[in-house]
């Protein structure tokens, strides 16, 4: 078991967060690899950052290697992706506690991600804890987006984490899951 050194991120982390995130997207891995997680998309720094200014990330590290991260946003709508702005259009329509998300004080959760050698290790469930720590009063909920194809994620993600399916979104062909949690 590795000890990792879990703190907010900080918009100086960008450039290593874009790193690690693109060798993970699925354009990036081979279909085994995938078979482990993947993100969707591709990342810039500059994107990163501006995700980071607006609501606080956690990263974690073992030893200098940046090990893990999990990277939260509320951006303008019309600062996101058409991918993104989709999903945002769709918030109004989906229910927690019979009130429509956009009801809540909420943001995005992710992307996040654990490099593969520091799988398994309960470092996704502290990362989470911290996030939800860190955003506690500020936030009711969060919100995720997860592509359909992506299994293990989505399942650590709803049988660990807990986080509950609210909808569906299909974005030029890709099917993908929404999910939230409560912050609280």
């Known amino acids: 078991m590795h000890e990792f050194l879990i703190r907010e991120a900080s918009v100086a982390d960008a450039p290593a ?24 998309g591709s990342f810039a720094a500059p994107a990163l950052g501006a995700m980071l200014a607006s609501v606080p990330g956690q990263v974690a590290y073992y030893q200098e290697e940046l090990a893990g ?9 019309e600062r996101y992706p058409p991918f993104i702005q989709a999903i945002s259009a769709l918030l109004p329509s989906l229910l927690y506690q ?8 909420w943001f ?8 593969q050698e520091y799988r398994g290790q309960g470092l996704l469930q502290q990362l989470f804890a911290a996030t939800k720590q860190r955003l506690a009063g500020r936030f009711d909920l969060g919100v995720a987006f997860i592509a359909a194809e992506n ?4 399942w650590v993600h709803v049988q660990k984490l807990g986080l509950e399916p609210v ?3 299909n974005f030029q062909g890709q099917a993908y899951d929404i999910l939230m949690f409560p912050v609280t």
């Open 17 to 40: 967060l874009a790193d690690l995130a693109n060798q993970y997207t699925y354009q990036n891995l081979d279909e085994t690899a995938r078979q482990g997680g993947f993100l969707t």
């Open 69 to 77: 991260f999990v990277i939260n946003s509320k951006l303008p709508t």
């Open 98 to 105: 019979q009130r429509p998300l956009t009801d809540y004080r």
């Open 108 to 115: 995005y959760y992710g992307p996040v991600l654990v490099r």
């Open 151 to 154: 299994a293990a994620s989505r």
């Open 167 to 169: 909808g569906e979104l």
